[in-house]
């Protein structure tokens, strides 16, 4: 039997389009977590420098998508520096959620997962942004299908793999079984602000993209997958929908959000809401995770194993990562006898 790990999932605002701020909070946040006794931190979708809502109110902002661009995150810059140093300070695993900038200035829904000892084990790229979202994100490609890393957390609890995806890549069969063939114990589910379903049965838009709906998935993920998953949502207050001008969208128009919450390999939810279930109380939800469970759980269901017909039914998968730029075969060739010249 293992020892129970604590873990901690982030229910906080990022300082919206203000990447220093933001990385300033995270750090915060890891040292508090880490306070609490957690050995892993979980933040939720594009926390760095905050989910970009005014895409579900307007399509187009010259401007803000600008600012959005400068204050993304390079994954090889001081700030992501600062993060990783946080995680070896308080020896705590962070498994956090930014938007990418490129070298070129594009940006992505990305992840990265950073092991106690400071070392950025994975990062990956949403593989296909979500609607609205393609408006501002470009997407992943074969490498961003690795999406679970085996983190060291010492001589107590030892290795432990973790896994990742982002919002609605919960409700992709192909991403998920990927996924779950990767063998993770712990899976984080990102997801950015999200408010409950109106009242009624006929209210406007999808209870897919409703707190309820999207808990929904994340406990469907757990049952699939068996796995623990640490289901992290942000937080916007009624400042933040005023610099987003996100009034009138259908994500983030009134305060709340945060609806964060540790679900067991059998789809339980494992812990209570904060404040008053709201959706506007920040904070970060710990939970105390006895990893026999997820073993216990895979005796009766392990759809990667036992529970699987591949001489019926497998999923091809094609892991290359695109390049814009390749080489073709006239510089191979050049290249070639340029060696062979030199070898001789």
Not at 7 to 25: G, M, R
Not at 89 to 107: D, K, M, N, T, Y
Not at 140 to 168: M, T, Y
Not at 208 to 221: D, I, N, P, T
């Amino acid at each position: 039997m293992s020892t129970p790990i604590r873990v901690a999932v982030i229910q906080s605002e990022p300082v919206y389009l203000d990447l220093a701020a933001s990385i300033e909070k995270a750090c915060r946040l890891i040292a508090e977590a880490a306070e609490g006794g957690a050995k892993l931190v979980a933040f939720p979708e594009c926390w760095l420098p905050g989910y970009p809502a005014w895409i579900w109110a307007r399509p187009v902002d010259v401007e803000m998508q600008t600012r959005y661009i400068y204050n993304a995150l390079p994954v090889q810059s001081q700030a992501m520096g600062l993060v990783k140093a946080a995680a070896k300070e308080h020896s705590i695993a962070v498994v956090l959620g930014f938007a990418e900038q490129s070298p070129s200035h594009s940006v992505y829904i990305s992840q990265a997962i950073i092991s106690p000892q400071g070392e950025l084990l994975l990062r990956r790229r949403k593989i296909k942004p979500t609607h609205m979202e393609r408006t501002v994100f470009g997407d992943g490609s074969g490498g961003d299908l690795d999406n679970v890393a085996e983190v060291d957390f010492g001589p107590e609890h030892g290795r432990i793999k973790v896994g990742c995806l982002a919002c609605w890549e919960h409700t992709q069969p192909l991403l998920k079984y990927h996924t779950i063939s990767q063998g993770e114990a712990i899976h984080v589910a990102m997801w950015p602000p999200i408010a409950p379903m109106p009242s009624g049965v006929d209210s406007p838009g999808l209870w897919s993209m409703s707190a309820e709906g999207c808990q929904a998935l994340s406990q469907v993920y757990a049952i699939e997958s068996t796995t623990f998953v640490l289901h992290s949502t942000a937080v916007c207050t009624q400042k933040s929908i005023e610099l987003l001008g996100t009034q009138q969208g259908i994500v983030c128009s009134r305060p709340g959000g945060g609806h964060s919450c540790v679900i067991a390999p059998d789809g339980r939810r494992l812990t209570e809401p904060l404040g008053d279930g709201t959706g506007v109380a920040e904070g970060i939800v710990y939970a105390d995770l006895d990893l026999s469970k997820v073993v216990a759980a895979r005796g009766f269901l392990d759809v990667v194993g036992h529970y699987s017909r591949p001489d019926l039914l497998w999923l091809g998968v094609d892991r290359r990562q695109r390049e814009v730029v390749v080489a073709g075969p006239s510089e191979s060739v050049t290249v070639d006898r340029k060696e062979h010249k030199e070898a001789a």
